[in-house]
């Protein structure tokens, strides 16, 4: 398994508030992925990186941003949660046309 | 607009008995991915069907895919308890970056009752 971490593993924030949270891979895997994951949604892209400084948005980006300035870290932003924000994060990655490797998740709850 | 659908969405099944899980897409993807996720967990790669007519099979589970058909099936032999979990099937397709973004389905939530 592909040694993918994410972090803060569970968060609780504040309306308004801006939270960061961080996808850590030792895999040197090129490509990274942030999703959320909401009942009957399935999981819906946000961002994506497919190199250092490289990202683009997927489906569900507004309200979210992204970094990427190290090949092992990709930080998602949400700069001023909001309820509807409340989700299960989870990051993936891979290095080629394969399947991807998932992190733990990351439990969000904007209050 | 791009779409993966899994149908159903729910099943519950006894002990012992077969059943199939199907994901439709509306791409044109030749790829298709299974993964199992349970319940407060992360998800789990099951399978890569890379090709038209690609079957894999993993204990219980069976996955093939029709290209032409945009159908994948996930098929469970002899269901056990611990095939509970929730299944998604997901497509890749090209983005502008030149790399592939990742659709998935909604999942199939899979009981297996004793």
């Known amino acids: 398994d592909a040694g993918i971490t994410q972090s803060p593993r569970h968060k609780v924030t504040e309306t308004g508030t801006p939270v960061t949270l961080r996808c850590h891979q030792t895999?040197?895997?090129?490509?990274m992925y942030w999703y959320r994951q909401d009942p009957g949604h399935g999981l819906r892209l946000i961002h994506y990186?497919?190199?250092?400084?490289?990202?683009d948005k997927g489906e569900v980006s507004d309200g979210y941003s992204v970094s990427r300035s190290k090949t092992e870290d990709f930080l998602l932003t949400l700069e001023s949660a909001t309820s509807s924000q409340t989700s299960v994060y989870f990051c993936?990655?891979?290095?080629?046309?394969?399947?991807?490797?998932f992190g733990p998740g990351t439990r969000l709850l904007v209050l | 607009e791009l779409k993966v659908e899994q149908n159903p969405l729910f099943l519950s099944m006894q002990e012992g008995k077969n059943y199939t899980i199907y994901c439709n897409y509306s791409?044109?993807?030749?790829?298709l991915y299974w993964y199992r996720q349970d319940p407060g967990k992360s998800l789990e790669s099951l399978f890569v069907?890379?090709?038209?007519?690609a079957v894999k099979q993993e204990g219980r589970l069976m996955a093939s895919l029709d290209t032409k058909a945009r159908l994948s099936t996930l098929h469970i032999t002899a269901a056990v308890h611990d095939l509970s979990a929730t299944y998604f099937c997901?497509?890749?397709?090209?983005?502008?970056?030149?790399?592939?973004?990742?659709?998935f389905g909604t999942g199939t939530r899979l009981k297996v009752l004793a």
């Open positions: 993936a990655t891979h290095s080629g046309r394969e399947t991807q490797y």
């Open positions: 997901a497509v890749d397709v090209r983005a502008t970056s030149g790399t592939y973004k990742y659709i």
């Open positions: 990186s497919y190199g250092v400084k490289d990202t």
């Open positions: 895999e040197n895997h090129r490509y």
């Open positions: 069907l890379l090709s038209n007519g």
């Open positions: 791409t044109t993807s030749d790829r």
